[in-house]
């Protein structure tokens, strides 16, 4: 699993989590539904900015959110 299908891994893990839509994560966050669709199927290269937007919209921090087993080197 390469970095960008890990992120969007722990998108849609925390999305699913806090029983979130795609589109209400897009409305708190700030970034289009169709991106967060395609940053949870591993298909965009997301910028630090829309991490931060989506971190935030987790209500949580970045070191927070990365720090996570699923982002460690095997």
Do not use: C, P
């Amino acid at each position: 699993m390469n970095i960008k299908e890990k992120f969007g891994a722990k998108v849609k893990q925390l999305r699913e989590e806090r029983n979130f839509s795609i589109e209400h994560l897009a409305d708190i966050s700030n970034v289009d539904r169709n991106y967060i669709s395609d940053i949870e199927k591993g298909k965009r290269n997301v910028s630090i900015e829309i991490i931060e937007k989506i971190v935030n919209g987790f209500n949580t921090d970045i070191a927070t959110f990365f720090n996570d087993k699923s982002f460690k080197k095997k």
